[in-house]
């Protein structure tokens, strides 16, 4: 290896090593405030949980615990359930006949297992009523263990969208859930101490038949034969509310054109589709309405021109109407019908909605304004929330974005701003799992964002709330995503694998009046720094600094992130002088090559020196056949000798993989390419693959789609290849290293076209350009090592016989 290439690893390490001990660092910080955070959360958490537990508890008297008798003695613990018993097998066998209350009863339940579910019954037993609990909403329930010896023991748990907890304790005993409902207790099912499980009695195998009580159900509130829907229009956003928890059912934003030029949101492929097979979910707004201008309603909104930024359910032979608890600036607590109170509206204007509700214990009013009141600020309105009475527990929430899709996957995101030591620090939240909540307490947070990568909203609490926010993820089936609706036969986006986020900031439990400042819109650079200057205040120094939610995603994000923002401001120069964002990747990339030059220069030179050393590399190997391991010293001591080094080939493409990644994380970042066209018809959107044709039936790997840039970044690649590492046609005159060289280009070829057939088409233009100027510049380079190389040939010729002339 020469000075020069051991100069360049020892630079690059060194950049590396130091990278790495920085972001370290930073991390260890940010781990051991995370550690304090969540012991104090556990410990407020622990406080909240005893204290919830003691206000639901119950005494045992309240529960239908009966004796079990046999012969008049005492054997064990049951529940009545409207004249049948349940009870755990406390005796192996077990008696046939049992009296309970006064009466014979008689076993039902086949081949019971120690400690297991038992039911006994009369006669004329027909089947055991059980509660049956909907997926959706928040549960008390109770579990009673059954102990043969001692009293029975209750706990307090939940069951919270379909899954049970126990808020305090771990039975060591099994034992059953019930739920009342209209003054009966229920059976919900059997808990396994052991594995902490809820098994539902009808799906427990030998168990006798079960029923769900038609008398037993939970008190619903069923909304849409009250719901009003209310619209509010800024150049920049339709405003959508409804009288059902006085929220945000819909923030639809305009697509650019005529009809709205000040909107930076552009048409993409989705928008068109959706308006195309299923015209009912591109109405908006999606359902009847009213407008300040007219007391009569609306029937039906537009066809199309916006982007709902909310998921707001689907409409078709499946239709799922999303839950008041989802839409955005609800107030909502542990109750689900907090979030269904019916608000009247006070007063309806072109700027301004107030809605307001009345419970026994407080009183809510919400006043929306947006035009004047924000400063007309793009994508923004304020909510005055004004709470009379008692307020503990309550939470705003941020609604759920709508699924964006980069390189054929969904990226949603949420953040967070807090200022520390005068400084304004945006922190990410790992996203909670499936029907988890997530509770960060420890934080006063400036705002707090949810994304779906390019557009979200943003929650700004002007007045001071309490500490923390929480994030909650929903079941895509129950917040389905618009893109669910296309092509029902083969269902490429199935709501399922879309899952919802949610934000919600807490009230203060003192009651009073709050302002909030909302964003609604795209995470445009342009639009973020407008805002920020339109409620920037000099004299005290605050600035919202909304542009700061503009994050670059990816795993290399920390290593990437200086790079794109580098080739983001490369571009925009090109840009503002091209107005194609398509040709400013490609003037980017050229200005990439211009950089490198020099380096793929010398590192075309060197393969060009070591492609004449191959007649004499092949000597060495054929002369050490029988001792492969001599002759790769012979090898090696040949390239020393010659200043040759074989790995100087690689350098060029190990510089350029940061701009890589760095293009890649800047095209899923940048809202500014999202929707940008370069060549109509082909590539419509330089953040999605290039299509030049499609069709309706999915083929495995190509889907619906052709996509021709991937296909050509692939033969690129291998004519790359071919003239960069030129091989002898003659297997058999071929050295190891050109073989595998050969093998690993043919290889790298086949995975970059498959890697690449699913990303942006911008990215795939950056990467084709730059292996066309790549081969250019082989070519250009190479010609030049020949002309030079012929010269020396003929200078050494007339030497030679100028030697030979003063010989005779």
Same mark, same amino acid.
């Given at each position: 290896m020469d000075k020069r290439s051991i100069v360049f690893v020892l630079v690059v390490g060194a950049v590396f090593v130091g990278l790495n001990f920085y972001f370290s660092r930073q991390q260890d910080e940010r781990n051991r405030a995370l550690l304090q955070e969540n012991k104090a959360k556990q410990e407020r958490l622990a406080t909240e949980r005893k204290a919830q537990v003691e206000k639901k508890k119950l005494p045992l008297s309240e529960f239908p615990i009966t004796p079990i008798l046999v012969e008049e003695e005492s054997v064990a613990w049951g529940i009545d359930v409207e004249g049948n018993t349940l009870t755990l097998a406390w005796a192996d066998p077990l008696p046939e006949v049992v009296s309970i209350g006064g009466k014979e009863q008689k076993l039902l339940s086949k081949e019971p297992v120690a400690h297991g579910p038992v039911l006994y019954g009369p006669q004329n037993f027909t089947a055991l009523d059980i509660a049956s609990l909907p997926d959706e909403g928040k549960f008390d329930t109770y579990l009673l263990t059954l102990p043969r010896e001692e009293k029975p023991e209750l706990f307090v748990g939940e069951i919270d969208n379909g899954e049970f907890s126990l808020l305090l304790g771990a039975p060591k005993e099994n034992g059953f859930v019930l739920s009342k409902a209209n003054d009966v207790w229920l059976p919900v099912g059997f808990y396994e101490a052991k594995s902490q499980v809820l098994v539902p009695l009808q799906d427990l195998p030998l168990f006798p038949p079960t029923r769900t009580s038609t008398s037993f159900a939970p008190e619903l509130v069923e909304v849409d034969g009250d719901q009003k829907f209310y619209v509010l229009k800024t150049p920049y956003q339709q405003l959508v509310f409804t009288n059902v928890g006085g929220a945000l059912a819909e923030i639809n934003l305009p697509l650019e054109s005529e009809t709205h030029p000040k909107s930076v949101v552009k048409e993409i492929a989705f928008d068109k589709e959706i308006v195309e097979q299923s015209p009912a979910n591109a109405r908006f707004p999606a359902r009847p309405y009213h407008t300040p201008d007219s007391?009569? &309603?609306?029937?039906?909104?537009?066809?199309?021109?916006?982007?709902?930024?909310?998921?707001?359910?689907?409409?078709?032979?499946?239709?799922?109407?999303?839950?008041?608890?989802?839409?955005?600036?609800?107030? &909502?607590?542990?109750?689900?019908?907090?979030?269904?109170?019916?608000?009247? &509206? /006070?007063?309806?204007?072109?700027? !301004?909605?107030?809605?307001?509700?009345?419970?026994?214990h407080r009183k809510i009013t919400k006043t929306y304004t947006v035009g004047k009141a924000t400063k007309e600020a793009p994508y923004t309105l304020n909510l005055d929330l004004q709470i009379d009475g008692d307020s503990r527990g309550l939470w705003l929430t941020s609604g759920v974005p709508e699924v964006e899709i980069m390189s054929n996957r969904s990226s949603p995101q949420i953040q967070y701003r807090q200022s520390r030591k005068g400084k304004g620090e945006v922190e990410k939240l790992s996203l909670p799992k499936p029907k988890e909540v997530v509770s960060v307490s420890s934080v006063y947070p400036d705002w707090v964002v949810n994304s779906n990568g390019y557009l979200g909203m943003i929650l700004d609490p002007l007045s001071e709330i309490s500490a923390g926010y929480?994030?909650?993820?929903?079941?895509?089936?129950?917040?389905?995503?618009?893109?669910?609706?296309?092509?029902?036969?083969?269902?490429?986006?199935?709501?399922?694998?879309?899952?919802?986020?949610?934000?919600?900031?807490?009230?203060?439990?003192?009651?009073?009046?709050?302002?909030?400042?909302?964003?609604?819109?795209?995470?445009?650079?342009?639009?973020? /720094?407008?805002?920020?200057?339109?409620?920037?205040? !000099?004299?005290?120094?605050?600035?919202?600094?909304?542009v700061a939610c503009r994050t670059f995603y990816g795993w290399f994000s920390f290593i990437s992130k200086p790079f794109a923002r580098l080739l983001f401001l490369v571009m925009s120069f090109f840009h503002s002088i091209t107005h194609s964002w398509g040709l400013s990747i490609i003037l980017l990339t050229v200005s990439l090559r211009l950089l490198l030059y020099p380096l793929n220069a010398w590192s075309i030179k060197s393969t060009r020196r070591m492609q004449k050393l191959s007649p004499q590399i092949q000597a060495i190997q054929q002369k050490h056949k029988k001792d492969p391991k001599k002759g790769q010293m012979e090898i090696m001591a040949l390239y020393k000798e010659k200043k040759v080094n074989p790995f100087t080939g690689c350098i060029p493409i190990v510089i350029q993989i940061p701009f890589l990644i760095a293009m890649f994380d800047l095209l899923k970042s940048s809202f500014q390419l999202r929707g940008a066209v370069f060549i109509p018809g082909w590539i419509n959107d330089l953040t999605s693959p290039d299509v030049l044709f499609q069709w309706n039936t999915p083929i495995f790997f190509f889907g619906t789609q052709f996509h021709l840039l991937p296909i050509l970044l692939g033969g690129v690649m291998f004519l790359q290849q071919r003239i960069s590492s030129p091989a002898p046609t003659d297997p058999s005159k071929m050295t190891d290293q050109q073989r595998q060289q050969k093998a690993m280009g043919s290889i790298m070829?086949?995975?970059?076209?498959?890697?690449?057939?699913?990303?942006?088409?911008?990215?795939?233009?950056?990467?084709?350009?730059?292996?066309?100027?790549?081969?250019?510049?082989?070519?250009?380079?190479?010609r030049y090592l020949d002309k030079a190389g012929s010269k020396q040939k003929v200078v050494v010729l007339e030497k030679g016989k100028k030697v030979a002339a003063k010989g005779r």
């Open positions: 007391d009569e &309603v609306h029937p039906e909104g537009q066809l199309g021109g916006f982007y709902p930024l909310l998921r707001r359910g689907i409409w078709n032979k499946k239709t799922v109407k999303i839950s008041p608890q989802y839409y955005a600036l609800n107030i &909502v607590s542990e109750y689900p019908e907090m979030a269904e109170l019916v608000y009247q &509206v /006070k007063e309806f204007t072109d700027e !301004k909605i107030v809605f307001s509700t009345t419970q026994p929480r994030a909650a993820s929903i079941l895509g089936t129950r917040v389905p995503t618009r893109l669910s609706v296309l092509d029902p036969k083969h269902d490429p986006y199935p709501a399922s694998k879309y899952p919802g986020y949610q934000t919600l900031l807490p009230i203060p439990s003192k009651g009073g009046t709050y302002s909030f400042r909302v964003y609604g819109g795209p995470f445009e650079e342009k639009t973020l /720094k407008t805002v920020d200057k339109i409620f920037s205040d !000099k004299k005290t120094g605050y600035n919202p600094d909304y070829t086949i995975v970059f076209a498959v890697m690449f057939y699913n990303f942006p088409s911008g990215l795939n233009i950056y990467w084709l350009s730059s292996m066309l100027l790549g081969i250019f510049q082989t070519w250009i380079t190479g």
